[in-house]
């Protein structure tokens, strides 16, 4: 079952999280599906950091958009256990970093998300194709995942991917815009379904996130929910479960 694991930000718990430290564990421990985060440098280079400031990873108070990859690439993330040769991967990735990493891995699946941040920032056509731009030279699959259903609209027309829509709410509201955007996958906070029988039914395929524990997790993969998404996949793979 652990092909149905996405690996939320890498492995999080032990490696700052958005890492190539944190992605390569996750590639250790046989996890195939790994999701990442896009903000956007001020030259519009697609940078692989979760908030749209620094201060939360490096403890430096300076926005993503006001500086260049070259700037942002001097800043090392928050780890207190990093060693000398782990310096490389301790500074914050640029999305073609990565790409050119995981090119030796075809049989992963990368979930990107662009950021909303950047995309209200820099506008949602710039903001797409710079990450399209990269993401064209994966040499592995690719599922491109957002908040904002506007970037869904967009790329549905081109399918360079498949798309993954973000719900904030499970409402009625949200299951009919679901319904006439048909993603790929549709991600939810599992706190936020009551019963899993009350999930929409559709083509998607189902991600449920915020899950912490590995029995609960795999209750719901045997219960017909396609992907768990969790950050603390160590204790993942090393539960009775997933052996």
């Not at 001020?42 to 620094?54: G, M, R, S, T, Y």
């Not at 207190?80 to 310096?87: A, E, F, I, T, Y």
């Not at 731009?133 to 908040?147: D, E, G, T």
């Amino acid at each position: 079952m652990k092909n149905r694991l996405i690996a939320h930000r890498g492995d999080m718990v032990n490696y700052p999280e958005n890492s190539m430290m944190a992605i390569q564990s996750a590639i250790n421990l046989e996890f195939s599906c790994i999701e990442i985060d896009i903000q956007l440098s001020k030259e519009a280079v697609p940078i692989v950091i979760h908030d749209d400031n620094l201060q939360r990873t490096t403890c430096i108070n300076k926005n993503i958009h006001d500086l260049t990859s070259e700037q942002i690439n001097t800043y090392l993330v928050n780890h207190l256990n990093s060693q000398k040769h782990d310096v490389e991967k301790l500074h914050i990735p640029t999305l073609q970093f990565v790409v050119d990493r995981l090119n030796n891995y075809p049989e992963i699946t990368l979930f990107v998300e662009i950021k909303k941040h950047s995309i209200e920032y820099f506008g949602l056509q710039i903001a797409v194709d710079a990450v399209l731009k990269v993401l064209k030279q994966a040499k592995f699959n690719v599922v491109i995942i957002s908040f904002v259903a506007e970037v869904i609209s967009l790329l549905e027309a081109k399918r360079y991917f498949s798309l993954g829509w973000v719900v904030s709410e499970f409402d009625q509201q949200y299951k009919q815009q679901v319904q006439q955007m048909q993603p790929d996958f549709l991600f939810c906070n599992v706190n936020k379904i009551s019963h899993l029988s009350d999930l929409w039914r559709g083509s998607w395929q189902w991600v449920l996130y915020d899950i912490r524990d590995p029995v609960y997790t795999s209750e719901l993969l045997a219960k017909g929910v396609q992907f768990i998404e969790m950050g603390d996949i160590v204790k993942l793979a090393n539960a009775k479960e997933f052996q």
